[in-house]
């Protein structure tokens, strides 16, 4: 099904990005990110995860942002930053405060 959900969609000209409504479409998923998607959890709760080109790295996408979870990487490429709820994607459930707090924290 296509729903709209209440995403932070981070481009690499941006320094924190910006809160949106979009459509969660696999089409529009693709659309945003410029290719096939992959999912990488941020936060595991509440679960907040980001979405990002796939073959990124491999097209030498702009340089977006480094993130240090699990290991420090360089993010490339547009991302959108979701919630999921019972497997399917869902409103961001945290503040656009806290990501620039959480963004600020890795990219350093």
Not at 22 to 35: A, H, Y
Not at 85 to 102: G, M, T, V, Y
Request: aromatic content about 8%.
């Amino acid at each position: 099904m296509d729903y709209r959900r209440k995403v932070i969609i981070k481009r690499p000209d941006e320094e924190f990005g910006h809160v949106t409504n979009i459509s969660t479409s696999l089409e529009n998923l693709q659309k945003t990110v410029d290719g096939p998607i992959e999912m990488v959890t941020l936060i595991d709760s509440p679960k907040t995860v980001m979405i990002c080109n796939e073959e990124g790295k491999l097209r030498k996408l702009d340089r977006n942002f480094r993130m240090c979870r699990y290991f420090p990487d360089i993010i490339v490429g547009t991302v959108i930053i979701c919630g999921v709820e019972n497997e399917d994607l869902a409103d961001i459930p945290i503040s656009f405060d806290a990501w620039k707090r959480l963004l600020k924290s890795w990219d350093n």
